[in-house]
Protein backbone atom coordinates (compact mmCIF):
# COMPACT_ATOMS: atom_id res chain seq x y z
CA UNK A 1 0.00 0.00 0.00
CA UNK A 2 2.47 2.23 1.07
CA UNK A 3 4.38 1.81 -2.33
CA UNK A 4 1.85 2.76 -4.40
CA UNK A 5 1.97 6.32 -2.36
CA UNK A 6 5.47 6.45 -2.78
CA UNK A 7 6.12 7.37 -6.36
CA UNK A 8 3.38 10.36 -6.73
CA UNK A 9 5.12 11.45 -3.29
CA UNK A 10 8.99 11.88 -4.44
CA UNK A 11 7.50 13.62 -7.61
CA UNK A 12 5.93 15.93 -5.59
CA UNK A 13 8.54 16.55 -3.60
CA UNK A 14 11.04 16.98 -6.64
CA UNK A 15 8.93 19.73 -8.00
CA UNK A 16 8.79 21.93 -4.85
CA UNK A 17 12.59 20.98 -4.61
CA UNK A 18 12.92 22.12 -8.39
CA UNK A 19 11.00 25.36 -7.50
CA UNK A 20 12.61 26.23 -4.40
CA UNK A 21 15.91 25.96 -6.37
CA UNK A 22 14.61 28.06 -9.54
CA UNK A 23 13.13 30.93 -7.12
CA UNK A 24 16.64 31.09 -5.19
CA UNK A 25 18.38 30.94 -7.99
CA UNK A 26 16.44 34.86 -9.07
CA UNK A 27 18.56 35.99 -5.98
CA UNK A 28 21.92 34.68 -6.71
CA UNK A 29 25.09 34.70 -9.36
CA UNK A 30 25.47 34.56 -12.43
CA UNK A 31 22.31 36.25 -14.25
CA UNK A 32 22.30 34.41 -18.22
CA UNK A 33 20.75 37.73 -18.90
CA UNK A 34 21.10 36.60 -22.91
CA UNK A 35 18.84 33.81 -22.14
CA UNK A 36 16.34 36.08 -19.89
CA UNK A 37 16.13 38.08 -23.30
CA UNK A 38 15.94 35.51 -25.09
CA UNK A 39 13.30 33.29 -23.10
CA UNK A 40 10.94 36.67 -23.30
CA UNK A 41 11.27 36.49 -26.42
CA UNK A 42 9.73 33.25 -27.49
CA UNK A 43 7.59 33.31 -24.37
CA UNK A 44 6.08 36.98 -24.45
CA UNK A 45 6.05 37.65 -28.32
CA UNK A 46 5.28 34.29 -29.10
CA UNK A 47 2.03 34.14 -27.16
CA UNK A 48 1.27 37.51 -28.17
CA UNK A 49 -1.35 36.85 -31.10
CA UNK A 50 -3.62 33.89 -29.07
CA UNK A 51 -3.21 36.64 -26.23
CA UNK A 52 -4.82 39.31 -28.41
CA UNK A 53 -7.51 36.65 -29.82
CA UNK A 54 -8.18 35.68 -26.38
CA UNK A 55 -8.49 39.37 -25.12
CA UNK A 56 -10.46 40.62 -27.53
CA UNK A 57 -12.98 38.06 -28.40
CA UNK A 58 -13.61 37.73 -24.79
CA UNK A 59 -14.43 41.33 -24.35
CA UNK A 60 -16.77 41.29 -27.28
CA UNK A 61 -18.62 38.24 -25.74
CA UNK A 62 -18.76 39.68 -22.88
CA UNK A 63 -20.02 42.74 -23.77
CA UNK A 64 -22.86 40.73 -25.78
CA UNK A 65 -24.46 38.28 -23.41
CA UNK A 66 -23.75 41.15 -20.63
CA UNK A 67 -25.78 43.50 -22.42
CA UNK A 68 -28.28 41.02 -22.82
CA UNK A 69 -28.79 39.89 -19.20
CA UNK A 70 -28.94 44.21 -18.46
CA UNK A 71 -31.70 45.15 -21.05
CA UNK A 72 -33.62 42.83 -18.65
CA UNK A 73 -33.15 45.66 -15.60
CA UNK A 74 -32.84 48.16 -17.99
CA UNK A 75 -29.51 48.99 -17.33
CA UNK A 76 -27.35 48.18 -20.80
CA UNK A 77 -25.47 51.71 -20.09
CA UNK A 78 -23.76 49.66 -17.57
CA UNK A 79 -22.40 47.36 -19.88
CA UNK A 80 -19.15 49.10 -20.02
CA UNK A 81 -18.86 48.90 -16.22
CA UNK A 82 -19.46 45.25 -15.78
CA UNK A 83 -17.68 43.69 -18.67
CA UNK A 84 -14.37 45.86 -17.27
CA UNK A 85 -14.54 44.73 -13.73
CA UNK A 86 -15.05 41.61 -15.04
CA UNK A 87 -12.19 40.95 -17.61
CA UNK A 88 -9.48 43.40 -14.98
CA UNK A 89 -10.07 41.61 -12.52
CA UNK A 90 -10.54 38.15 -13.37
CA UNK A 91 -10.81 37.24 -16.95
CA UNK A 92 -7.52 38.70 -18.12
CA UNK A 93 -5.30 37.67 -15.63
CA UNK A 94 -6.74 34.29 -15.57
CA UNK A 95 -7.42 33.55 -19.46
CA UNK A 96 -3.95 35.35 -20.40
CA UNK A 97 -1.89 33.10 -17.78
CA UNK A 98 -4.01 29.88 -19.42
CA UNK A 99 -2.72 30.90 -22.57
CA UNK A 100 0.60 31.26 -22.23
CA UNK A 101 1.26 28.49 -19.98
CA UNK A 102 -0.77 26.14 -22.62
CA UNK A 103 1.45 27.25 -25.07
CA UNK A 104 4.98 27.21 -23.72
CA UNK A 105 4.79 24.90 -21.31
CA UNK A 106 4.96 21.72 -23.43
CA UNK A 107 7.93 23.47 -26.16
CA UNK A 108 9.79 23.99 -22.50
CA UNK A 109 8.78 20.07 -21.37
CA UNK A 110 9.95 19.09 -24.83
CA UNK A 111 13.03 21.18 -25.27
CA UNK A 112 14.37 20.40 -21.57
CA UNK A 113 13.44 16.46 -22.37
CA UNK A 114 15.09 16.32 -25.57
CA UNK A 115 18.60 17.96 -23.81
CA UNK A 116 18.09 15.59 -20.96
CA UNK A 117 18.01 12.75 -23.54
CA UNK A 118 20.91 13.91 -25.61
CA UNK A 119 23.00 14.49 -21.79
CA UNK A 120 23.45 17.84 -22.57
CA UNK A 121 22.18 18.89 -19.12
CA UNK A 122 24.41 16.28 -17.60
CA UNK A 123 27.80 18.21 -19.81
CA UNK A 124 26.50 21.32 -18.04
CA UNK A 125 27.01 19.65 -14.74
CA UNK A 126 30.34 18.37 -16.08
CA UNK A 127 31.38 21.63 -16.79
CA UNK A 128 30.59 23.30 -13.69
CA UNK A 129 27.19 25.13 -14.58
CA UNK A 130 24.19 24.70 -12.68
CA UNK A 131 21.51 23.40 -15.29
CA UNK A 132 18.48 24.86 -13.16
CA UNK A 133 20.23 27.96 -12.92
CA UNK A 134 21.17 28.41 -16.46
CA UNK A 135 17.84 26.34 -18.00
CA UNK A 136 14.55 26.86 -15.62
CA UNK A 137 15.33 30.10 -13.88
CA UNK A 138 15.56 32.55 -17.25
CA UNK A 139 12.41 31.21 -18.15
CA UNK A 140 10.66 31.68 -14.35
CA UNK A 141 12.21 35.42 -14.43
CA UNK A 142 11.19 35.78 -18.46
CA UNK A 143 7.44 34.29 -17.42
CA UNK A 144 7.34 36.57 -14.03
CA UNK A 145 8.08 39.81 -16.19
CA UNK A 146 6.45 39.11 -19.75
CA UNK A 147 2.94 37.92 -18.11
CA UNK A 148 1.90 40.64 -16.67
CA UNK A 149 2.37 42.79 -19.41
CA UNK A 150 0.58 40.48 -21.76
CA UNK A 151 -2.44 40.89 -19.33
CA UNK A 152 -2.39 44.47 -19.48
CA UNK A 153 -2.59 43.87 -22.94
CA UNK A 154 -5.57 41.36 -22.76
CA UNK A 155 -7.04 43.61 -20.58
CA UNK A 156 -7.01 46.64 -23.27
CA UNK A 157 -8.03 44.39 -26.23
CA UNK A 158 -10.56 42.41 -24.20
CA UNK A 159 -12.34 46.74 -23.63
CA UNK A 160 -11.59 46.84 -27.24
CA UNK A 161 -13.91 43.89 -28.27
CA UNK A 162 -16.49 45.15 -25.71
CA UNK A 163 -16.29 48.99 -27.15
CA UNK A 164 -16.82 47.14 -30.68
CA UNK A 165 -19.37 45.41 -29.70
CA UNK A 166 -20.88 48.51 -27.60
CA UNK A 167 -20.78 51.03 -30.41
CA UNK A 168 -22.16 48.76 -33.12
CA UNK A 169 -24.91 46.90 -31.95
CA UNK A 170 -25.71 48.60 -28.58
CA UNK A 171 -25.30 52.18 -30.34
CA UNK A 172 -23.32 53.36 -27.28
CA UNK A 173 -21.04 56.51 -27.84
CA UNK A 174 -17.44 56.09 -27.63
CA UNK A 175 -17.65 58.98 -24.75
CA UNK A 176 -20.31 56.97 -22.73
CA UNK A 177 -18.55 53.41 -23.33
CA UNK A 178 -15.28 54.78 -22.00
CA UNK A 179 -16.47 57.42 -19.58
CA UNK A 180 -18.23 54.35 -18.09
CA UNK A 181 -15.19 51.81 -18.33
Do not use: C
Request: aromatic letters at 8%; a neutral charge; zero cysteines.
Amino acid sequence: MLDLLKEPVVSIQEFFILSGRAVRNVVRRPHYLDDIILQMDVIGFGSLPIVILTGFFTGAVMALQMSKALAQYGAVGKTAEVVTIAIVRELGPVLTALMVVGRNSSGMASELGSMKVTEQIDAMRALGTDPVQKLVTPRLVATGIVLPLLTIIADFLGLFGAFIIAYTLLQMTPAHFWNSA
